[in-house]
């Protein structure tokens, strides 16, 4: 999980231009290619012709469809990042009127969800007191976002749940690493959207990489003392085989990711609200799966 983290997080090099590149010369093969299969179709069995040139129709429409939610869900992620770098400046600079425009971009940005309706008004009846920055901020942050980081932590504990019993129970090592991967990319989309930005492939892949560099940035991406707490403590870890221990390792490890994934997702800083532990994370999400070894 380190390695990948450490590749998916390494600078773009001169070679960003290669795939691009390679992309537009491969669109235009293909788009020849099938000019020239149509017209001969059509020329030797109009019928076949006009149904393969329909064909050809709705897979255009399908695949501009794609792109469409490709860059929407860009733009998604775009605004978020764009909430988080305001939100900084506001309170950096202490200006109000900044601070009051962000609350009402984020009010509007989650008006379409019907579980934040109540935090909704709470947050529009309590911004007309506050003159200070800082305070509008981080009112807006426990108003909005209580309930999706609510939400988030679930993911992220069921998450560490399936990884950490998929290691313990699967013998095989290939098979639980991929477990493990397609789990924590799972958690990372799923977070995503719970914060409104719904990735698409590429998206989603750009999300990917931006957890990673979180991870190495602030140097995570190793045990820290919050996660060996989690692992080492109490008298049921020490009872538990090898595989089971490594389960817990890997949940704590999956755990890690999904708490960058949520300062990735999270359209502000940590401030008002705590910042998720992996050892509460890891301990919820371990209670039902260890609850047999605790009784005997």
Not at 114 to 132: F, I, K, N
Not at 223 to 235: L, Q, R
Request: charged residues 20%; proline residues 3%; aromatic residues 6%.
């Amino acid at each position: 999980m380190v390695r990948m983290a450490e590749l998916a997080a390494r600078p773009a090099t001169g070679r960003g231009w290669l795939w691009p590149t390679a992309g537009a010369l491969l669109s235009l093969v293909v788009s020849v290619a099938a000019y020239d299969y149509l017209s001969g179709l059509i020329v030797r069995s109009p019928v076949v012709g006009a149904a393969a040139l329909l064909l050809t129709g709705l897979l255009a429409l399908l695949l501009v469809g794609q792109i469409v939610r490709e860059l929407l869900a860009f733009r998604r992620l775009a605004r978020i990042d764009r909430f988080r770098a305001e939100a900084l400046a506001a309170t950096s600079t202490a200006d109000t009127a900044a601070a009051v425009t962000l609350s009402e971009k984020l009010e509007t940005f989650y008006a379409g969800r019907p579980e934040l309706q109540w935090s909704r008004e709470t947050l529009a009846d309590q911004r007309a007191g506050l003159l200070d920055a800082d305070a509008l901020v981080q009112l807006t942050e426990r108003q909005l976002l209580t309930p999706l980081d609510a939400a988030a932590r679930r993911e992220i504990e069921a998450a560490a749940r399936t990884v950490a019993a998929a290691t313990a129970l699967i013998p095989i090592a290939l098979v639980d690493v991929m477990a493990a991967a397609s789990q924590n990319i799972r958690m990372i989309r799923r977070i995503a959207e719970v914060y409104g930005a719904h990735a698409g492939l590429f998206g989603s892949l750009r999300l990917l990489r931006e957890v990673a560099q979180h991870l190495l940035a602030t140097g995570a991406v190793a045990v820290g003392d919050d996660m060996i707490g989690s692992m080492a403590g109490g008298h049921v870890f020490a009872r538990l085989s090898r595989r089971f221990g490594e389960g817990v390792v890997n949940g704590a490890l999956t755990a890690r990711v999904g708490i960058a994934a949520m300062e990735v997702c999270r359209p502000l800083p940590f401030a008002a609200l705590p910042r998720p532990k992996v050892s509460n994370l890891i301990g919820r999400a371990l209670t039902g799966l260890f609850q047999g070894e605790r009784r005997s």
